[in-house]
């Protein structure tokens, strides 16, 4: 203990010196006999425990240094001598500030330890918030007492405020009142009339029941009543001494604080073991850690949650407690912790709750949730951490099945959309907003009606309505209009959502965009009409080719039967062959047109270019048909004579067959006026026309009549003759040789057919090739050699016969086979053929089978296969078999001259 002492009585200051060597140990005075030298004890040193100041000194008064001191805030207490019946000087020093005044009597020195030691603790605990305020509550009989004590005690201790009564019953009355709580104190005279001091301290204590601090102020000589006292509960009592009022302040706080510490003090045990109740009862863990994470407390809930006793897991350290990834969690954790400044400043620093999964006793892992705070000693250094781990392994479980839901919703390839139950959109997921494009923020609080197109009515709006709120499913289509204004289709499935009580808080939609497939079905549809349609058209095509394969065919076989009338006049026979000739023109017309739409639709139909002389297929087509319009009186013209020779690279005959079509159809639909055909050359293109001023095709069948079996009165097929093929063949055609098709009609008035080819040559002269075929003719036919050993195979007695007639001219010998066997054995007997002409499809053994063992046989022998189907690979077919050539059935006589020249007569060709 560091003491200043200020004193210039040398026999006063060394009694003081060794008294206090004596009776304090490790004690060290600094002895000043002035102010000044005070002054400079005290600029060199403030770090006294005490100052002991005299008041009379040679160069002033000691009170200006107590003032001093107070004035620089110096942190200690001041204890003032002054000489007796001082009052005046010892009320001024303790108003200055001073902690206690000693009067020098004879024995001062030795009262010196323990008002020095009193001062220093009442400094201490009056170094308490001096802004609190202690109300007290003053039992006085005398008025002059009262009023002493509160002037006193304003003037020098004003933080204690004194509310006086002068009786018991008042007493009573206010201790018992609802604000009693105001009170701190009780202080109490030990005169009181109507009631003993006594008696009233036991009815506070055993009748009232406070706990409030009373202080008893006795007579002089009167100890033995304040034993009592104390014995009955009071804390305190002053003595009635001279001075008694000046001690009265520090009576009355350390009275008050003692009072404090203790009921805090309980307050804290009472906690403490509430805590602990709480932490041993909880089913939560708790835990306290030292700042190196060892626990140093964990309850007993360890137990359930995983399967430790305390004593057990308060041994094992986190790292062992938490699965490595949890582990890793905290480390991180307690990193940023501590590079944080609370930590270091002993600030309240709670750590969020973090979830961690850990081992259990038997190796299994639960998720837990920890929270922690940090545990700071009286000098706010943290000291450990305070934690509570809760087992969350179910909610975490749930939450887990959420996410996963709440994920498959938002991934969902179907919208989903949550309303609340006035219809106002609550949730979107992302695919709603793909196919809306409307954003979450656009549409929520929003009712889904902003999407509507006006497609679905009001009466299904009810019916929908109707059905989710009495907890029904509705099903439907919507035709809804997006963000962008394009509409879409969408398929709904609107349903409720019921809370635990079954009362509908939201309602859910799913919907699919069916645009796409609405798309599809509308085009399945449209297939299927087509299908139909193709299906009726193909039966009409059916009854239309019966009757067109009959009508020639009973024209055949009736004048065939008349023929042979024996009394037939040459004139009537020449008539019915020419009959007969007609017929037999339109069935091979009709049977091509077959053929041909059949190449087409297998794809097989192929096209052979060279170059065509545009001017000389007009005038071929011209000359033809013009008999043909003649008969029906018919003007027919051609421009091909405005134009100089134009040379096309194209295929020839298909441009005749449009051309030949075309030019029939006009002549066959037009009863009166002319027929007009030619061709211009417009830009790249060749457009050929023919125009006439027939019956006209109504607007709506002028697509229509270029599809297969079309004719524009299909009711009516007897009208006029013809399948319906005509156009779709001729279409084909066009587009094979890269060129449109189209026509103007107007019914009545007539129709314009209209084609193009591509404009793709120059004029030249015509090339020998294209004349060759043409040229060769029936001129040339006898000029063959030698005449010819022919075999003949053919299954049809008919055929074997047209064909024996067509070659009967360069024939030496024929001999005919029946089917392909027949042929080998027949070739084998005789000795040597010239030619063998073989048909294709015959019973037993079929034409490539039979060229093939005749080839075994001989390698030289002719071989021309000759076929009525005229498909794209026959030709083919027959040369790798081993045949030389090939031919089409009906044979045309000048191509087969032509095949004769070519191999027996090698220099009429070319
Ligand atoms: P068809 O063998 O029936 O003539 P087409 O395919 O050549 O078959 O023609 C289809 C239909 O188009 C005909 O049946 C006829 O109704 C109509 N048509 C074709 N050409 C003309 C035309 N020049 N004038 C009026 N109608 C025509």
């Not at 009955?232 to 001494?241: E, F, H, I, P, Q």
């Not at 067109?548 to 009338?565: D, H, K, Q, V």
């Not at 030019?663 to 790249?684: L, R, W």
């Not at 794209?872 to 089409?888: L, M, V």
């Amino acid at each position: 203990m560091k003491i200043l002492l200020l004193e210039d009585n040398s026999t006063d200051a060394d009694l003081t010196i060794i008294g206090l060597s004596q009776l304090i140990p490790d004690i060290s005075i600094e002895h000043a006999v002035t102010l000044r030298q005070a002054r400079s004890l005290l600029t060199a040193n403030h770090s006294f425990d005490i100052a002991v100041l005299d008041v009379n000194l040679p160069d002033g008064n000691g009170l200006e240094i107590l003032i001093e001191i107070r004035q620089q805030d110096l942190n200690f207490p001041v204890i003032m001598l002054t000489g007796s019946g001082d009052e005046e000087t010892a009320v001024t020093a303790l108003k200055s500030g001073a902690e206690d005044y000693i009067v020098k009597r004879d024995d001062y020195v030795s009262n010196l330890p323990e008002s020095i030691n009193q001062a220093i603790t009442n400094f201490k605990e009056n170094a308490f918030n001096k802004s609190e305020v202690i109300q007290v509550l003053y039992i006085e009989h005398h008025a002059a007492d009262i009023d002493f004590t509160i002037r006193h005690l304003a003037q020098y201790a004003p933080y204690i405020h004194i509310d006086p009564v002068t009786t018991v019953d008042e007493a009573l009355i206010k201790l018992n009142s609802e604000n009693f709580k105001k009170y701190k104190l009780v202080l109490m005279d030990y005169r009181l009339p109507g009631m003993d001091a006594l008696e009233l301290i036991k009815t506070i204590r055993q009748k009232v029941k406070l706990k409030i601090p009373i202080i008893l102020v006795t007579g002089q000589g009167n100890e033995e009543l304040a034993v009592q006292a104390l014995k009955l509960g009071a804390n305190d009592y002053l003595t009635k001494s001279e001075n008694y009022l000046f001690k009265l302040p520090s009576v009355i706080v350390n009275c008050y604080q003692h009072y404090e510490l203790k009921k805090r003090h309980l307050a804290q045990v009472e906690s403490e073991s509430k805590y602990r109740l709480l932490a041993d009862n909880s089913g939560d863990i708790i835990f306290t850690l030292d700042m190196d994470l060892n626990y140093t407390y964990i309850s007993p809930a360890v137990k359930t949650m995983r399967g430790f006793t305390p004593e057990e897991a308060i041994t094992h350290k986190i790292k062992e407690v938490l699965t490595p990834a949890s582990y890793l969690k905290v480390t991180k954790l307690i990193g940023t912790i501590q590079s944080e400044k609370s930590l270091i400043t002993g600030q309240e620093c709670l750590i969020n709750a973090v979830e961690l999964e850990m081992y259990k006793k038997d190796k299994s892992t639960i998720w837990t949730e920890v929270k922690t705070s940090l545990i700071f000693d009286e000098n706010k250094n943290a000291v450990g951490i305070l934690g509570v781990t809760r087992d969350i392994s179910e909610r975490k479980a749930i939450s887990d099945k959420l996410i996963q839901l709440s994920r498959a919703v938002e991934q969902s390839p179907t919208l989903v959309e949550i309303t609340d139950i006035k219809g106002n959109i609550e949730y979107i997921n992302p695919k709603f907003t793909e196919t809306t494009g409307y954003s979450f923020k656009e549409v929520v609080g929003k009712n889904p009606r902003f999407l509507k197109s006006g497609y679905t009515t009001d009466k299904e709006y009810k019916n929908l309505w109707n059905t989710i709120t009495s907890g029904g499913e509705w099903r439907g289509e919507f035709h809804n209009k997006r963000k962008d204004g394009t509409l879409y289709w969408e398929e709904a499935l609107i349903s409720s959502i019921k809370n635990s009580e079954g009362e509908i808080t939201h309602y859910l939609a799913l919907k699919s965009d069916i645009t796409e497939k609405k798309k599809i079905l509308n085009e399945l549809i449209v297939a299927k009409e087509k299908a139909e349609e193709s299906d009726r058209l193909k039966s009409a095509f059916l009854a239309n080719m019966s009757h067109e394969i009959r009508t020639p065919m009973n024209g055949i076989l009736g004048f065939s039967a008349l023929l042979s009338e024996p009394e037939l006049g040459k004139e009537e026979q020449q008539e019915y062959i020419k009959l007969i000739q007609v017929s037999g023109a339109r069935m091979l017309n009709l049977i091509s047109e077959i053929i041909d739409i059949s190449k087409i639709e297998s794809g097989m139909m192929e096209i052979s270019l060279q170059e065509v002389n545009i001017n000389e297929g007009m005038d071929f087509v011209f000359n033809l048909l013009k008999l043909d319009a003649k008969e029906k009186s018919i003007d027919i013209t051609h421009n091909s004579n405005s134009f100089p020779d134009l040379y096309l690279i194209t295929d020839s005959e298909k441009l005749y067959a449009v051309l030949t079509n075309l030019v029939k159809n006009a002549i066959k639909y037009t009863d009166k006026g002319s027929i007009e055909f030619g061709y211009n050359i417009k830009n790249s293109t060749v457009e050929f026309f023919v125009k006439d001023t027939g019956i006209g095709i109504p607007l709506d069948r002028q697509s229509a009549i270029f599809e297969r079996f079309i004719q524009v009165d299909i009711a009516n097929i007897a009208a006029r003759h013809g399948a319906g093929l005509g156009l779709a063949i001729a279409k084909a055609f066009v587009k094979l040789l890269d060129g449109d098709i189209w026509l103007e009609s107007q019914e009545g008035m007539g129709t314009t057919f209209y084609f193009t080819l591509p404009f793709n040559t120059k004029n030249k002269e015509p090339s020998l090739q294209t004349n060759t075929i043409k040229k060769i003719g029936k001129e040339n036919a006898t000029h063959i050699n030698s005449k010819l050993k022919i075999l003949i195979t053919d299954d049809d007695t008919i055929s074997r016969k047209l064909i024996s007639k067509s070659v009967n001219e360069f024939a030496r010998e024929i001999i005919e086979a029946k089917n392909g066997l027949e042929a080998v054995e027949k070739f084998k007997e005789n000795s040597y053929f010239d030619l063998i002409l073989m048909d294709v499809q015959m019973p037993i053994m079929n034409g490539y089978d039979a060229i093939t063992e005749i080839r075994k046989l001989d390698k030289n022998i002719i071989i021309i296969t000759q076929s009525a189907f005229g498909l794209t690979g026959d030709r083919e077919k027959a040369i790798s078999a081993g045949s030389n050539d090939y031919i089409t059935k009906p044979i045309d006589k000048n191509e087969l001259v032509l095949l004769l020249n070519k191999y027996f007569n090698p220099s009429k060709v070319n």
